[in-house]
């Protein structure tokens, strides 16, 4: 089939996105209902990689694979987060965001460009005309994406297997991958897309190489925006006088996995440089004061012991 307002669907990706986004963003302020927020999202991927695939209409060999690592871990990633969020209820993210109309429009903003960002790789591959024989960059990118793939699934199964369990009611998940990483998740989902990026490579030429800007703009979200630190945050509020957690946060890497003797005994300034263990993941940990110390000893702030 011929080109779609631009050769590379760029504007028709965009106009797509926006359009899918702002119809959940309707839903979303209209009805006060953001379960489906994260669906949105995942399913978004899937739309654009089919659409641009199906458009295009050249069927390469390499293009039918990238569309289909997409709509594989679209598919994936989108029934996990709505059948977890149908079960525990609604979204913490949004309970400043509900009765704020702008902070609302701000989130959704961003999500469309999200998608559409990190999309480039397989919208740019799924456009062009080019098909050069098979090549090292997309074996070495498919086995990156199995293992991301793999790597995030797993640890999203085995967080949700901890915090379903009652005996784990107000612990932070330390078992399986959460063992050598804070955020195995993540650490998947970064591999992955840099996978598809790498695998896009033998395709790529002159300014299409911008497409790395997808990988880039979802790590530098995940590791400074919306990702890891919201979440740092979050355990910080809840664990931080706790002195397990405390001893868990120094020994294990914030990213990449590492065994905890190792990355405990790392210094600070390889760890920061090299491993991602920025400041701002700190920043809402309590010092270590006196009522720190009572609450190590298993003692409330009054001196009590805690059950």
Request: net charge neutral; charged share 15%; hydrophobic share 50%.
């Amino acid at each position: 089939m011929g080109t779609v307002i631009d050769s590379h669907f760029l504007a028709l990706t965009a106009i797509v996105t926006v359009a899918y986004q702002f119809l959940f963003f309707l839903i979303t302020a209209l009805l006060k209902f953001d379960k489906v927020t994260d669906f949105a999202g995942s399913t978004n991927f899937i739309i654009l990689a089919v659409l641009t695939l199906v458009l295009k209409g050249n069927w390469h060999f390499r293009q039918v694979v990238l569309t289909l690592l997409v709509v594989i871990w679209g598919l994936r990633l989108a029934l996990f987060l709505l059948m977890r969020i149908l079960q525990w209820g609604e979204d913490r993210r949004f309970d400043e965001m509900r009765s704020n109309l702008g902070k609302l429009a701000i989130f959704w903003t961003f999500q469309a460009v999200w998608v559409w960002t990190v999309s480039l790789p397989v919208t740019v591959v799924n456009a062009s005309d080019r098909d050069p024989s098979l090549q090292a960059q997309d074996i070495i990118g498919w086995i990156m994406w199995s293992v991301g793939v793999t790597v995030e699934a797993t640890a999203d199964q085995q967080k949700l297997t901890f915090k379903n369990s009652p005996e784990n009611r107000g612990k932070w998940c330390n078992v399986g991958l959460w063992k050598y990483t804070r955020h195995p998740n993540y650490f998947g989902e970064i591999f992955l897309w840099w996978g598809i990026f790498v695998a896009s490579t033998p395709v790529l030429e002159g300014a299409e190489w911008l497409v790395i800007l997808g990988p880039i703009f979802l790590t530098l979200s995940l590791l400074f925006v919306s990702g890891i630190p919201l979440l740092e945050e979050s355990a910080d509020k809840k664990f931080g006088n706790v002195a397990g957690y405390r001893i868990y946060k120094k020994a294990t890497s914030p990213l990449i996995p590492l065994p905890p003797v190792v990355y405990g005994n790392l210094p600070l300034w390889f760890k920061t440089t090299f491993l991602f263990e920025f400041p701002l993941y700190n920043r809402n940990l309590p010092q270590e004061g006196s009522n720190w110390y009572k609450t190590s000893r298993g003692e409330s702030s009054d001196g009590l012991k805690m059950d």
